[in-house]
């Protein structure tokens, strides 16, 4: 009796536990990721940055440091609560941003000097550096273009200067949601075709590995064969 | 707890790359038809595993299973783990192409401990009870031992072992107590459907 009750048991571990098992940790497979990200953008004069492990997670407490193009360390920092961290733009180049988190993650985001540029002038109210800032982005060109419409005067120059600073605070506002989207889809999970092509390799190796050992046993036959026939 | 590519020295990624292609090449030798399709499915289920991730700590930890590939590859282990991560760094970026051989190295090597530690388990005439711990504790002990050896390669490159082998070692604990679990599930689920497959292993 008692022994019946035990293969029972086993039966019931066997049929319902290993599959459940299997389920539950397959089915959280896509809730967690695994790599670390950084996002970085340019927002008037101060550069933003946005560290996470996959799937909304925040690298909190996270080193963040800031190189020049040529690899000088420029500053360094670490991540508040909600993985952001921000500085302002402390050099007129390209900048490496690099995240540290710990176990060994690493990640950076570079940041290409017209970015910066482009930035820098629009926060620069002077008109040389307006005509530079002109190429750069569509907030500067918009505000060139009101310039032209106006006749030159102190008063308007002071107008210009807000009419600017009007204008890329509005597109900030509008561009924030597209920045956020931006930064979600920096960290794209492995999604079902890059797993069953990982599967795929496998097996196919597999498959390769038995074709040339299948072979080499093949001739090992031949060639007993053969002498035999000698 | 693979390891990103830019963390380590070079010195260190090289040593890594050794010890690895030393333990692919003993791996390698005397596989035969039987051992390939069992490498496969072995590597291909370490390469499923560490897309389960378990929230921990600061950082996101996964299922791991090579002590379950240790446990029946024993060396073999290797080249199986190796093929794992060389194709999760290729598909999803999990750590890099120069840190494969460090990243092999820290999951392979536990492995192959636990099959010597409690490879003797799986033989038939081993009592059940004392079978299912051993597994347990194959799957419990390469974690830990894997934790371990990433905390040393983090330190060799200059972070204080300490603090980093503190927190890899208690991020994962709750991973160490559920592949010990599932270790010891599919190895019970192992030797009751094909027991073949655990006692044709010689290393």
């Keep these: ?230 | 707890m693979h390891i990103s590519e830019g963390v380590l020295s070079p010195a260190i990624l090289i040593g890594g790359a050794v010890v690895t292609m030393a333990g692919v090449a003993i791996g390698l030798k005397g596989v035969d038809n039987k051992n390939i399709p069992k490498m496969g499915i072995l590597s291909a289920a370490f390469f499923v595993a560490s897309l389960v991730h378990v929230p921990a700590g600061p950082a996101s930890v996964h299922l791991i299973l090579n002590g379950l590939l240790g446990l029946i590859l024993g060396w073999k282990a290797f080249p199986a783990i190796l093929v794992a991560l060389g194709l999760q760094a290729l598909l999803f970026q999990f750590g890099g192409i120069t840190t494969l051989g460090v990243n092999t190295m820290n999951m392979a090597l536990p492995a192959v401990i636990c099959y010597y530690l409690f490879g003797w388990s799986t033989k038939s005439s081993i009592k059940q009870s004392v079978f299912i711990t051993a597994a347990f504790a194959s799957g419990f002990c390469a974690v830990l031992v894997s934790s371990i050896l990433v905390g040393f390669s983090l330190y060799l490159t200059g972070e204080a072992f300490l603090p980093a082998a503190k927190l890899i070692v208690a991020a994962h604990l709750p991973v160490m107590i559920i592949e010990g679990i599932v270790t010891a599930t599919c190895i019970l689920f192992l030797k009751k459907v094909r027991p073949e497959l655990l006692e044709e292993i010689n290393v």
């Design chain 1, 1 to 230: 009796m008692f022994k019946k009750n035990r293969d029972l048991c086993k039966r019931i571990t066997f049929l319902y536990l290993f599959p459940l098992i299997l389920l539950i940790t397959f089915s959280a497979a896509p809730a967690f990721a695994h790599k670390v990200t950084i996002f970085a953008w340019v927002e008037g004069d101060t550069i933003y940055t946005q560290s996470k492990f996959s799937k909304g997670r925040k690298a909190k407490g996270a080193l963040v440091t800031v190189f020049d193009m040529e690899g000088n360390r420029l500053l360094e920092g670490t991540t508040n609560e909600k993985g952001e961290y921000s500085f302002k733009i402390p050099k007129k180049t390209g900048l490496r941003v690099v995240l540290k988190a710990s176990m060994g993650h690493m990640a950076e985001w570079k940041i290409p000097v017209e970015e910066i540029a482009a930035a820098h002038a629009s926060q620069n109210k002077t008109p040389e550096t307006k005509v530079i800032g002109d190429t750069g982005s569509p907030s500067n060109r918009a505000g060139s273009k009101a310039d032209t419409e106006q006749p030159t005067s102190g008063s308007t120059s002071l107008q210009r200067e807000e009419i600017r600073r009007l204008i890329d605070e509005s597109l900030d506002q509008k561009l924030s949601p597209i920045i956020s989207m931006l930064a979600d889809s920096q960290d794209q999970d492995p999604g079902i075709s890059e797993i069953m092509g990982g599967i795929g390799y496998i097996f196919g190796l597999v498959g390769v590995a038995l074709y040339f050992a299948n072979r080499r046993k093949t001739q090992e036959v031949r060639g007993q064969r053969s002498e035999v026939e000698k």
